[in-house]
């Protein structure tokens, strides 16, 4: 895992999170930072990195992981772009986020505390006297009723066996979007946001598309330019040579 | 850390069964002499509490007081007389539909653990449980036949909705094997 | 005549098990109110005795004290706490500091789904559900005797950093609740 991410020196044991919180505060407490604006948007790339290198998500998982990582490019990409208006549901997953990790941090604290003391010192029940059974049964006790009482059980197991297929949905991984972006950089040379992210309606595809721009926009791939504070972005091809600039 | 007659009573209390003089001068570590005075110092202290220390020759034991006698039949009696209720049921229901059934193939099946249940239904005469002949440490409980008796049924075969319900509670049980061996 | 704790202490010593407070109000033939009077006076004489009271929300039980842990695991081997992992130590953590916790109220603080973590927990009898009375399919989760019994302590209050803590994820919950209505 290391290979991937030679810039930070941070080691994640990446296959051992369960879920992106975990992962979140590990990032943040390893940089000795608050839960902020300013830790979140100093973890979003590794935070990334690592969704990108998880190939065998569960498909549950993977749901949770991309949902934080399109929130965090909100806040990362309001504080690239000031100017960049958050709709109210936007504001409302920034805040939620933020609201979360803050209640799971004293979760994370209280489990740990728990594990500090868990079978240390455990209190026992009294020894266990063998009592004369005595034949009792009950009023509620029949054949019919066992029957439905196991059949009432055997339906509720079924239920929660079928829950998760139910949840799982189709999912565009960030290096889809990627090479989406990539290619269309180089074949159209200058497209705006809007066209390339025209079309999906899922917004975490959006964001996603988002996070892939940021990511070219730092790798030197592209370039974006935005002229006015509500203005639509505009990427181009980073090879001056080949590519006017607009303005 | 705890006073000698306080180690004690831990010590009785988690056996539920007599220990002799001897092993609790082992346990705790004193000598014979160590544990007389102990065993004073609880009776002692236990004196009006509800329970008391019964002490024979070689052997203590604790014990609910004689004064305790009227309610401790009352709590049996409650024990006894209250219905069944929805875990007990269930746990029975498993046990009727698979026979043999072991501990954690009822938990496994019910998702919760049944270790009240079962100790329930044995206390009521309603299961019994049998040492599995490949593992000593594994249980495996069956209906008595008073139980088939007041279900009126002759054996399992002539529950409600038998072939079925059983082959179904034989697949849940069988996942508890696989998920045990992972 | 037994006083009220010493019978409460015979009741509790004799049933081996939990007891419902519902339980031993009817039992020792009192009022809620004098069943807390009488637990609390248990729990003191009990103080250092070497066995202590566990209280749940709605049960109590007798277990050997915490302190007694070492000179009991010579005697009961088996009751060695097999360990958590970190999912089921932060699902039982959510549900020790806030009683009564649902699962989406426990998806909602870790970020994940919490199913299988609130499975495991149930199949070790250390959490136990009951039916939301306001919402039939709603379950809530609370710690069992059992949970105490691992973590060494009497009751809720003892948890470590319980004030700071437990304030901390109710603050959560709400915050939850009002997300969960929007």
Known sequence: MDAHRPRTGFSIKTDSYEGPFELLLDLIEERKLLVNDLALTAITEEFIQHVRSQEAFPMEEAANFIQVAATLLLIKSKSLIPDLELTDEEDADVEDLKRRLLAYEKVREASRELARIYGKRVMVSAGERPAEPMFAPSRDLSAPALAEALARLLAAREEVEKLPEAKVKPMVTIEEMMDRLASRVQSAMTLTFKEFAGGTKEKVEVIVSFLALLELVKQGAVAAEQYEPHGDIRISHTDTSAVPKYG | ?182
Request: aromatic share 2%.
């Open chain 2, 1 to 182: 850390m705890l006073t000698p007659p306080a180690a004690l009573h831990a010590l009785l209390f988690a056996a539920g069964e007599p220990l002799s003089k001897q092993e609790i001068a082992k346990l705790l570590d004193i000598k014979p002499a160590e544990v007389k005075t102990a065993l004073k110092a609880l009776t002692a202290s236990l004196e009006g509490s509800g329970v008391a220390l019964i002490e024979t020759e070689h052997a203590v034991e604790l014990r609910t007081a004689p004064e305790a006698a009227p309610l401790v039949k009352k709590l049996r009696e409650s024990e006894l007389a209250r219905d069944l209720g929805k875990a007990s049921l269930e746990t029975l229901a498993v046990i009727a539909y698979r026979t043999g059934s072991s501990r954690s193939e009822i938990d496994w099946v019910r998702g919760v653990n049944s270790s009240a249940s079962i100790r329930t239904l044995l206390l009521r005469g309603l299961i019994e449980g049998s040492e599995d002949p490949n593992d000593k440490r594994r249980i495996r409980y069956s209906l008595t036949t008073e139980a088939f008796g007041h279900l009126g049924i002759k054996s399992a075969e002539d529950l409600p909705r038998a072939d079925e319900l059983m082959a179904m509670t034989q697949a849940a049980a069988e996942q508890e094997a696989v998920a045990d061996s992972e």
